[in-house]
């Protein structure tokens, strides 16, 4: 990486940002990952795992929110077709660099790789092939209707019969094997290949990795799927109705009204006092509803104490 990222006067490194634009960013990043990422299209969650992995679709989007340019290059690739070099077994690797950047200015870089002899690549689960039609859709026959194996029809088979020790069928290999068409995933390779080199600075340059992980993204593909949102007229407003409690990120002139209706000056707090009123203000976001329920304690934290410098700022 490129470009200083932080300033040191007289041996203090001090940070970049000061509180108020770090709070800023922080809330755009949450509100774009709130409102515009999918899950299951955009990041995507592995059973058994309690975290999110981004998908490249989702990468794809947070280089455009942040303005970067990516810039892909094959570092070293491997395309051994006949396996002459690996013991007679077909081998292909790819490993790829991607470098994000904006304007003239390196932001992050990463590299990613990918490989025949990956267990997924490598192995297939066989099954039981029809001999005649070459479908895997023979089954066991039942023994009240003479045993045997079948092609089965409903199962898009030919509709064969085989005896219960035809050679054809039980000599089959069945379970994990060897995959016999290694060359029919070399464009898959490549693509998972820049795939992870593209989700790993994504993830550093965006700070992100609190939302994100990449350690099994692999294992989620994702695809993007344009649908037009639907037109929904709006409704009437009804007479003598109440407004509706906000939901999602709160606006600061809300959340002011309804601190200053419980008698709190936040405009007047000196700079001692914005901690103290930072967790002084949690319990009056949640009560009136100023957010959505998935918020956890420590982003309540990051909004109050947003509340309160944006309030003394607009007061100075």
């Known amino acids: 990486m490129t470009g200083e990222i932080v300033v040191q006067h007289d041996n203090f490194i001090a940070p970049v940002a000061d ?38 679709a989702g990468a794809e989007k947070m280089t455009a929110f942040f303005g970067f340019s990516v810039r892909t290059a094959l570092l070293d690739f491997v395309e051994d077709w006949t396996g002459k070099d690996h013991d007679g077994e077909p081998f292909f690797n790819y490993r790829y660099q991607v470098q994000l950047w904006r304007g003239d200015q390196l932001i992050a870089e990463g590299e ?25 859709t023979i089954i066991k026959g039942k023994e009240e209707y003479g045993g045997g194996w079948i092609c089965f029809l409903k199962k898009g088979g030919c509709g064969a019969k085989f005896a219960d020790n035809a050679p054809d069928i039980i000599s089959q290999q069945l379970g994990q094997v060897k995959n ?88 007047d707090l000196p700079t001692d006092k914005l901690a103290f009123m930072a967790n002084s ?36």
């Open 19 to 56: 509180i108020t634009t770090a709070l800023r960013r922080y809330q755009a990043v949450k509100d774009f990952i709130g409102a515009v990422l999918k899950e299951g299209v955009d990041y995507g969650k592995v059973p058994g795992s309690d975290k999110f992995a981004l998908l490249k």
């Open 180 to 267: 016999a068409d290694p060359a029919d995933i070399v464009n898959t390779l490549q693509k998972m290949a820049q795939k992870r080199a593209l989700v790993a600075p994504v993830l550093i340059a965006t700070n992100t990795s609190d939302y994100f992980t990449q350690d099994i993204e692999d294992f989620i593909d994702g695809t993007v799927t344009e649908v037009a949102p639907p037109v929904v007229p709006p409704a009437p407003p009804a007479e003598h109705s109440e407004p509706p409690a906000p939901t999602g990120k709160m606006k600061l002139e809300t959340a002011l009204a309804v601190t200053n209706s419980k008698g709190v000056k936040l405009a």
């Open 112 to 136: 990613g790789s990918c490989n025949s002899w990956e267990k997924k690549y490598r192995y297939r689960q066989a099954e039981r092939v029809c001999p005649k039609c070459g479908k895997p």
């Open 281 to 316: 203000l949690i319990k009056s976001l949640k009560d009136n509803n100023l957010d959505d329920e998935q918020h956890t304690d420590k982003q309540y934290e990051l909004d109050a104490v947003q509340i309160v410098i944006a309030s003394r700022n607009k007061a100075g």
